[in-house]
């Protein structure tokens, strides 16, 4: 009995042995130019770190699909290329980094020098070929098609599908009837709901919070954890504030709406804060040694929620001003115009 139990295990080890092997990524890099103690690689709103020694730097990692992802630097960064595709494969990336000063405010920009070990680099690599080629051409529309319609295809699930697809619709490039085969073809099952519903509202402008449009009401805790919603305060003219503990360019501007917010409160004027921060914590931090009168609340999901999806809102500090009846009359607005809505 020994003497058959001994082959069977060995060939079942064997075949463990045999498996295949977890795929994983690594990220080899190298930076120029002004050079960090760290760098961060955020990966839809998961964000991971690494030192910078000698100008060198790894990420390892798994990812469950072909993602765009960006590089950070802090205090404050911005990627000129927008993102790069990171998948489970060894990637080699040379990138360099310029400090600039805009609006007093130091700004590190990152710049992708070269890549290497990313297919989906290279699928965009082509693609800029393939339109600098071909979208002079009169047939530019079909052939455009045909060109999205192979890749979104093969790779449905392919973060680089999504956001091909959405730059040639918001250039008004496919008609409806494109628009919408090709949207059936995208696994948006794999698709966040920021991206969902970035991708409708260029389908449907009309889902587009603008100025004039009812306001999307939600739901958030404050402080003590007690649900708040902006229905609450109809009657009253709010700006909502959309900040994080993190953001310097929002704290630096809390001084002037805490003015703001005392000259006029009595005039049936209220704020509602809303944190992106993913730390509670250091939210609540923030709020004490801000000294911020105004109630306050947060969503934990920062950009990649509902409400940032919703609201469009891709950066902050951000801000909606709503009137007593919940439709909004600014987005954006600066605090001069503020004060001048308000004397209005």
């Known amino acids: 009995m020994k003497k058959i139990l001994i082959p ?120 800029k070929i393939f339109s600098e080629i071909n979208k002079k051409k009169l047939d530019w529309n079909s052939i455009l098609y045909s060109k999205l319609d192979s890749i979104i295809t093969v790779n449905p699930k392919n973060d680089f599908s999504y956001h091909l697809l959405l730059s040639h619709i918001s ?24 991206q969902l519903e970035k991708i409708h509202q260029v389908i449907n402008p009309n889902r587009v919070l603008s100025k004039g449009k009812k306001i999307y009401d939600f739901y958030l805790p404050n402080v003590n954890d007690k649900i708040i919603s902006t229905s609450n305060f109809r009657g009253k003219i709010l700006l909502i504030d959309f900040w994080a503990s993190w953001c310097k360019p929002c704290r630096k501007l809390t001084p002037d709406l805490i003015e703001i917010y005392k000259e006029f409160k009595s005039s049936d004027f209220e704020i509602l804060g809303v944190s992106l921060d993913t730390k509670i914590d250091k939210w609540k931090i923030a709020i004490s040694k801000d000294k911020i009168p105004w109630e306050n609340v947060i969503d934990t999901l920062a950009f990649e929620g509902k409400i940032s999806a919703s609201y469009n809102i891709h950066f902050i500090p951000f801000n909606i001003l709503i009137d007593k009846n919940g439709m909004i009359l600014g987005r954006n607005i600066s605090i001069e115009d503020l004060r001048k809505s308000l004397n209005d």
């Open 8 to 127: 069977i295990l060995l060939i079942l080890l064997l075949a463990r042995c045999k498996s295949k092997p977890e795929e994983t990524y690594s990220i080899n890099g190298k930076i120029t130019g002004d050079i960090p103690e760290y760098i961060y690689l955020y990966n839809k709103g998961k964000i991971d770190s690494s030192t910078v020694k000698n100008g060198v730097f790894n990420f390892k990692g798994k990812i469950d699909r072909p993602r765009g992802v960006y590089f950070h630097i802090k205090n404050n960064s911005s990627m000129i290329d927008d993102r790069f595709y990171l998948e489970n494969k060894d990637i080699t990336i040379e990138i360099s980094n310029k400090k600039k000063k805009i609006n007093g405010l130091e700004l590190n920009f990152i710049k992708i020098d070269k890549i290497s070990g990313s297919k989906t680099e290279i699928l965009r690599h082509n693609f």
């Open 171 to 194: 250039k008004g490039e496919l008609n409806s009837t494109q628009i919408n085969n090709l949207y059936k073809k995208l696994d948006t099952i794999q698709l966040s709901i920021v």
